[in-house]
């Protein structure tokens, strides 16, 4: 081979290593270089002690990814559903380059499990979050928080005791009062039912039946598949499948309460509203047209924070990373990749 030759291939192979990486891209060649993380064993997995009132007990966490300028700890619903329905995240996250974090929390399948119902409280939720921070060594250089529907509820409560640790939030398909939310089913969701249907639910609940077979067979199709994921039930994605399955009922219902056009438990005087001002890092507010939470709302909490960004989805509903998925990903990854660039 001749020098000339030479010389160009090692210049056209240079002109690849230094490029520069391309808008909305993160320069990080060791995305998936694991040999010098101490979770590589497991492939990820942690399983990180939670000290609370009651003892210690453990929860689950799954690292995808390595990124240290750009780490998210997904906040799952329910409460007392699971990581799964989050598995979306891995055909978008991985090609921006963002480290991501699994998280079980405590009650929920794959951590520990425990029945005292005086751990279901927000103050001890928002304490085992910290206690995870800590142990996934997140800081406010890399750290964003995203929570989805009781996620969110939960990374506003985090944020307003420890942002400072923060460099980002995401409140996803959550509104900042159950009051406000409450009103929202009886003014707009429940008027736009089949009313039919809808008496024949409220009856079933006024008798405490929800357990029931029908119950659920009038709600799939009457609340579900208009509210929550706008797919035919039979063509929801197994992910969600999987999380719904492994609901705890026990912690769900105890904080949320048995029906699903509302929530009547300890969740049920949950109100921020007042309180958003005081979140001043910078946070992504994502709503969606069909929500069981009032988009309108969701919008108006991006204006009440100190720093948001509202992203409107308008095809989807409490699952918009489903059923609207490229206009959810699309704008949550702009937001990451803007605070961290710099350019919120």
Not at 34 to 59: A, E
Not at 108 to 131: I, M
Not at 283 to 308: N, S
Request: one cysteine or more; aromatic letters at 12%.
């Amino acid at each position: 081979m001749n020098r000339i030759v030479v010389m160009v291939i090692l210049t056209l192979v240079l002109a690849g290593c230094t490029r520069e990486p391309s808008p909305g891209k993160t320069a990080t060649p060791g995305y998936l270089d694991y040999t010098q993380r101490d979770d590589t064993l497991g492939g990820g997995v942690k399983l990180i002690p939670i000290s609370t009132p009651k003892g210690t007990f453990h929860v689950w966490t799954k690292r995808v990814g390595n990124n240290p300028k750009i780490k998210v700890l997904l906040l799952h619903g329910g409460p007392g559903a699971t990581h799964e329905y989050f598995e979306a995240f891995d055909s978008y996250f991985p090609a921006a380059e963002i480290e991501y974090y699994y998280y079980d929390q405590l009650g929920s399948a794959f951590s520990d499990q425990p029945t005292d119902a005086d751990l279901w409280e927000f103050p001890r939720f928002v304490e085992e979050v910290e206690q995870v921070r800590q142990a996934l060594n997140l800081d406010r250089e890399n750290f964003y928080l995203l929570g989805h529907s009781w996620g969110g509820i939960l990374a506003m409560e985090y944020a307003l005791k420890y942002q400072q640790h923060l460099a980002g939030l995401v409140i996803s398909n959550m509104m900042a009062s159950i009051p406000a939310y409450n009103e929202y089913a009886q003014r707009v969701l429940m008027p736009a039912m089949d009313q039919t249907a809808l008496a024949e639910i409220k009856q079933i609940e006024a008798k405490g039946e929800f357990d029931k077979p029908r119950y659920m067979e009038l709600l799939i199709p009457n609340h579900y598949v208009n509210h929550v994921l706008r797919m035919p039930a039979d063509q929801w994605p197994d992910p969600v499948n999987r999380a719904f399955m492994r609901l705890n009922r026990a912690i769900y219902v105890l904080m949320q309460g048995p029906s699903e056009l509302g929530a009547s438990g300890k969740l049920v005087n949950w109100d921020r509203t007042a309180d958003l001002g005081r979140i001043t890092v910078p946070t992504l507010v994502i709503g969606a047209q069909h929500d069981t939470m009032d988009p309108k709302h969701m919008e108006w909490m991006a204006g009440a924070v100190g720093k948001g960004r509202f992203l409107y989805c308008p095809n989807g509903s409490h699952m918009a990373m489903y059923d609207d998925q490229k206009t959810y990903f699309a704008g949550l990854v702009q937001f990451i990749h803007d605070v961290n660039a710099g350019r919120f």
